[in-house]
Every structure is written in C-alpha cells, then in structure tokens.
C-alpha cells in the first residue's frame, strides 16, 4: 500500500502563482511515476504533469511554459510549481503515484484561481 498526502492548494488571484506538495509513503518502489492531475467541475479529470523516477517529465498542452513539475526522491515527494495562474486552472488537483503492478490517488486539494 502506498499513501499520499497532498498540501499547498488554496485560493489565488488570476496571475499569481502556487506551489504543490505531494508526499508518499509505504511501499515505494525505486522505479515509479509521481505527477498530478486535476478535474474541474463538470469535466474530465486531465493530466497536468508527470515526472519519471529516472528524470522525465510530460506536461499536459494547456499548462506547458506555465507549470513544472519536480521531485525529491529521497523524500518520496512530488512538487507542482504553478504561475501565471488562470482562471481556467481552477479545479481539484490530485496526485498520483505509478508503481510495478499498481497506481495510487491522493484525496485532492482545491486549486481556485479568483480574476
């Protein structure tokens, strides 16, 4: 089992900039992929960015050049950098972890960007 427990989400004014956090813990395997995901009201869940325990990130289209995405792997924590922060990035963002044979959820934490 692995758990993930997520911080930083909050309310922003269009512009402005936030920082994720996302720990994990239990049984974490050296070779995983942690990254973050978001739903807003009405829609899909959409991937925001992933990052590989060897180093590789992916981003989602509507967040290139804005987000990024890093980790420490000591720590076992993932770290969503957010800027320039629209409106239209306001939704629940949840994180998630890849291991060998299984993928985990954390609970969301409320990202709301006011104009």
């Known amino acids: 089992q692995v758990q993930l427990v997520e911080s930083g989400g909050g309310l922003v004014e269009a512009g402005g900039s936030l920082r994720l956090s996302c720990a994990a813990s239990?049984?974490?395997?050296?070779?995983?992929?942690m990254g973050w995901y978001r739903q807003a009201p009405g829609k899909q869940r959409e991937l925001v960015a992933v990052?590989?325990?060897?180093?590789?990130?992916n981003y989602g289209d509507s967040v290139k050049g804005r987000f990024t995405i890093s980790r420490d792997n000591a720590k076992n924590t993932v770290y969503l950098q957010m800027n320039s922060l629209k409106t239209e990035d306001t939704a629940v963002y949840y994180c998630?972890?890849?291991?060998?044979?299984?993928?985990?959820w954390g609970k969301g934490t409320q990202v709301t960007v006011s104009s």
């Open positions: 998630r972890i890849v291991v060998p044979g299984d993928t985990y």
């Open positions: 990052s590989t325990s060897g180093g590789g990130t």
């Open positions: 239990g049984s974490i395997f050296s070779t995983n992929i």
